[in-house]
Each structure stands twice: as C-alpha cells, then as structure tokens.
T-cell receptor, first 117, second 113 residues
Framework: EAQVTQNPRYLITVTGKKLTVTCSQN?????MSWYRQDPGLGLRQIYY???????DKGDVPEGYKVSRKEKRNFPLILESPSPNQTSLYFC????????????????FGPGTRLTVL | GNSVTQMEGPVTLSEEAFLTINCTYT??????LFWYVQYPGEGLQLLLK?????DKGSNKGFEATYRKETTSFHLEKGSVQVSDSAVYFC????????????FGKGTTLSVSS
C-alpha cells in the first residue's frame, strides 16, 4: 500500500530534550516536506526537500533541522524543543513535477502530535 | 505573494443539504489547486484537484471548478451526509511558493441527521 508513515504518533517531552520524528514514504517520491498545523493558523511548511541531499527552509524553519540521506526518509529533528513547538506535525511527499508544468498533489502522513512541557 | 482565503465556518448543515465552501486565491503564474479533507483525528487526504483553468475536479460527490477569471475554486456538494463532517482545506501549489502547498485556514463542516 502506498503510504507515508510517521513515528511516533504522539509524543510528550520536556523543554530542551532533543527529539526526532521520523517520516518514510514508499512511493519513490522526490519531494518531501514537513508542515505544522496550529489552531487558527492552518498548515505551514517547515522544511522541504526536492531530492536526496537537497533541503531548504519553508515558512517556519526556526528551531528545526532536517536531513535527506535516502530518498524514502525525511526525519524532522528538534535539537532543543520549546513549548511553542507544541503542535501537530505532518510529513508529506509527492512527485516533483506534474504533466506539462502542473503541480502534483502531496500525500500526507497520519500526523504526530507533539507536546513540549 | 501566494495566499488562499476560505470561509472559516463552522458550517452546520442538515443531512441532504447543499454545501458550498468558498475559496479564493492569490498567486502568480498558473497554480494547481486542491481540496483536502481532514476527518477527526486523522491526517489530510486529497479530495480533488484541478491543474488548469476551467478544469473541474470531482470526487465522492464533491466538485470544484478552477475559475481563473475570479481566482476561485469553490467546493460544492449537492447532498451532504453525516459522514462528510470534517475540516476542509483549500490549497494551491506553484513554483513561486517553492512547490509548497499553501493552505487556507480550513473550514469545519458539521452535518447532523
């Protein structure tokens, strides 16, 4: 089954304790991305990757790191989490480019609900 | 810049009522447009999409038409069901957004029997 998986699904942690949220896709997609979803703000992009070893900042990258060593995996790293990073996080993937310059839909993982105390 | 504006709701309807959720966008070039749905406690699922002007996306009884002249992509369904209760997000994607999906803030739909 084609899917994007994330782990863990739920995480409660304390300020300053490094954590990693994993993301993996089995669709051979070049493009992967992380979003956070907050009430009243909708979804905002944190980081994205156009392909292996190619990553770039989205709209809200502060406090986050990513890496793309393999095509299928795109982990999100919080080196020193703070309470303002409490949020619902989604990983997504897609093919890079659609037909004739159009843009493909992104496939989303189930989400990771993170609480930083 | 790129942005998406949609009615925030909540929208409360009775079963079999007609649904419209308005969505307008601002974007340079020719974005692709999407509607995603988020059921309670779940991730986002693609509901439908349209990639060029006048295209109509449709799925599960929902429809939306890409109107470049009014920069709109309104979501409609002729007869909603209780199982349609969810949050609906309008989104666009184009090269100038770095290929990110730019989302509206979401519209909560609640359907009662």
């Amino acid at each position: 089954e084609a899917q994007v998986t994330q782990n863990p699904r739920y995480l409660i942690t304390v300020t300053g304790k490094k954590l990693t949220v994993t993301c993996s896709q089995n669709m051979n997609h070049e493009y992967m991305s992380w979003y956070r979803q907050d009430p009243g703000l909708g979804l905002r992009q944190i980081y994205y990757s156009m392909n292996v070893e190619v990553t770039d900042k989205g709209d809200v990258p502060e406090g986050y790191k990513v890496s793309r060593k393999e095509k299928r995996n795109f982990p999100l790293i919080l080196e020193s989490p703070s309470p303002n990073q409490t949020s619902l996080y989604f990983c997504a993937s897609s093919l890079r480019r659609g037909v004739a310059g159009t843009y493909n839909e992104q496939f989303f993982g189930p989400g990771t609900r993170l609480t930083v105390l | 810049g790129n942005s998406v504006t949609q009615m925030e709701g909540p929208v409360t309807l009775s079963e079999e009522a007609f649904l419209t959720i308005n969505c307008t966008y601002t974007a340079t070039g020719y974005p692709s447009l999407f509607w995603y749905v988020q059921y309670p406690g779940e991730g986002l699922q693609l509901l439908l999409k349209a990639t060029k002007a006048d295209d109509k996306g449709s799925n599960k009884g929902f429809e939306a038409t890409y109107r470049k002249e009014t920069t709109s992509f309104h979501l409609e369904k002729g007869s909603v069901q209780v199982s349609d209760s969810a949050v609906y997000f309008c989104a666009l994607r184009n090269s100038q957004a770095g290929t990110a999906l730019i989302f509206g803030k979401g519209t909560t739909l609640s359907v009662s029997s």
